[in-house]
Nanobody, 123 residues
Framework: VQLIESGGGSVQAGGSLRLSCAAS????????MGWFRQAPGKEREFVAA????????KYADSVKGRFVISRDTAKNTLTLRMNSLKPEDTAVYYC?????????????????WGQGTQVTVSS
């Protein structure tokens, strides 16, 4: 499956952004999906994940209560709504696909990745 992210940009602290990930070339409903991010000089870290049916979600503690992950199987789209953004949320955000129902917080368990989209939050 091929993944293309969109929706990144620059926003002030406290603002909101919505990231989208369009999937093609595979059966979207066969994949658990995740969002990860990578800031300069840091390792890629888990942000949020969702099961293939959308019934189960998981969030990093740092974004819990502020970010919401969802998926639209009919549109083959994964979404990350980000509210109350903080400067420490600044990073390149990647969507990733993992064949099967179970999501995982380890990026090494995901087989397919998008190219990333930049999110910059200024104070």
């Amino acid at each position: 499956v091929q993944l293309i992210e969109s929706g990144g940009g620059s926003v002030q602290a406290g603002g909101s952004l919505r990231l989208s990930c369009a999937a093609s070339g595979g059966t979207f409903s066969s994949y658990a999906m995740g969002w990860f991010r990578q800031a300069p000089g840091k390792e890629r870290e888990f942000v949020a994940a969702i099961s293939w049916g959308g019934g189960y979600t998981k969030y990093a503690d740092s974004v819990k209560g502020r970010f919401v992950i969802s998926r639209d199987t009919a549109k083959n789209t994964l979404t990350l709504r980000m509210n109350s953004l903080k400067p420490e949320d600044t990073a390149v955000y990647y969507c990733a696909a993992r064949l099967g129902n179970l999501y995982n917080t380890d990026p090494h368990t995901y087989n397919n990745w998008g190219q990333g989209t930049q999110v910059t939050v200024s104070s």
